[in-house]
């Protein structure tokens, strides 16, 4: 096969054009797609990875992937974290009078949907809110990267969680175009690869987002119901408590023991917190299993005592900071819902 028919074969798959004059059957196209991936071998790997274990065709995988762009400045962001900051420097970040305010805004504009969704999935509503508050602004700014760039760029470019992006990058192809509202190669998110108003990763999408308008796709970028349904449906199934704690400030006694906690899993019984000499501000059930936070604050360090909720949000993002954040962000917004406008 000459050079200008292979030239017209590897220009009507990536544009999905058919082209005059290219009789194109399976195994020329299967050759063709591949030959556009010879920039990044690992491609290839990946295509016959998913054809073996998944049942996709290696040719159109290979004719995806080639539409991808690697950015350096997906790498860049993801070297420089808002979370490596402390408490003092984050919190400013996200507990904001104005996210404040649009928080009360947009619950109160859509009071009906919240707080329906909250009801059916047993989730403080204030919590959905602040979600999205925190990731995106309530949907200004949900990332300007095509989601497919985001995750070829770390899935074969970044080694540190390649193995991670990777399995996010076969979600996405999982996904499909079948129940999702558009194709993969359009869907804009994160430098993570995070789509839509919550921010969901693929395989968030594909385990915990709803179709809550029922019009038969799931749409995170455009259908409010979708959104806000998701989000609540995230939290039922990280096994939030609806009416219990989240977190609360504790006084520390000069002859408190010193405990390390791996992790944000509650697993101390708050009297036995106490009577290591962890005071918290407020009365809590004796028997109720917590966990110590402690943070650098703008007036020093503070010590929190978190809960099973506390945890629940940092499944959403594993940094304490995060899940202080939203946490507090909530409380302002039910403050000022709860107040006449």
Request: with cysteine; net charge negative; hydrophobic share 45%.
């Amino acid at each position: 096969m000459n050079r200008s028919v292979w030239k017209c074969i590897a220009i009507s798959l990536v544009l999905c054009v058919p082209m005059a004059g290219c009789a194109v059957d399976a195994q020329a196209r299967a050759q063709a797609a591949e030959s556009l991936a010879t920039s990044d071998p690992g491609f290839v790997e990946f295509a016959r990875e998913l054809q073996r274990n998944d049942g996709l065709d290696e040719a159109d995988v290979l004719a995806t992937l080639a539409k991808a762009k690697v950015q350096q400045g997906i790498l860049d962001a993801i070297s420089r974290p808002a979370e490596a900051k402390p408490w003092k420097d984050y919190r400013p970040i996200f507990l904001t009078d104005k996210r404040r305010d649009d928080g009360i805004a947009f619950y109160r504009a859509n009071r009906e949907l919240i707080e329906r969704a909250a009801a059916e999935f047993a989730v403080t509503p204030e919590i959905i809110v602040a979600i999205i508050g925190v990731e995106t602004s309530y949907g200004r700014n949900y990332g300007s990267y095509k989601v497919l760039d985001a995750l070829v760029t770390l899935a074969f470019h970044y080694p540190p969680r390649a193995k991670f992006f990777r399995g996010e990058l076969r979600q996405l192809f999982l996904l499909g175009d079948t129940h999702m509202a558009y194709p993969i190669e359009e869907m804009v998110g994160s430098y993570a690869g995070a789509m839509g108003w919550g921010q969901f990763i693929p395989t968030s999408v594909a385990n915990f987002a709803r179709d809550y308008d029922g019009d038969g796709r799931i749409d995170l970028w455009n259908s409010l119901p979708d959104i806000i349904g998701s989000v609540a449906n995230y939290f039922s199934v990280h096994g939030w408590e609806q009416g219990k704690p989240v977190a609360t400030l504790v006084t520390r006694r000069a002859d408190a023991r010193e405990i390390s906690p791996n992790g944000l899993e509650p697993v101390y019984p708050v009297e036995q917190l106490e009577g290591w000499g962890y005071v918290p501000a407020q009365a809590m059930d004796p028997a109720e299993l917590a966990t110590l936070v402690t943070l650098d604050g703008s007036n020093g360090k503070e010590t929190w005592m978190t809960f099973r909720n506390f945890h629940v949000i940092s499944r959403y993002n594993r940094s304490p900071l995060y899940s202080m954040a939203v946490w507090q962000l909530s409380r302002e917004i039910a403050d000022g819902v709860a107040s006449a406008p």
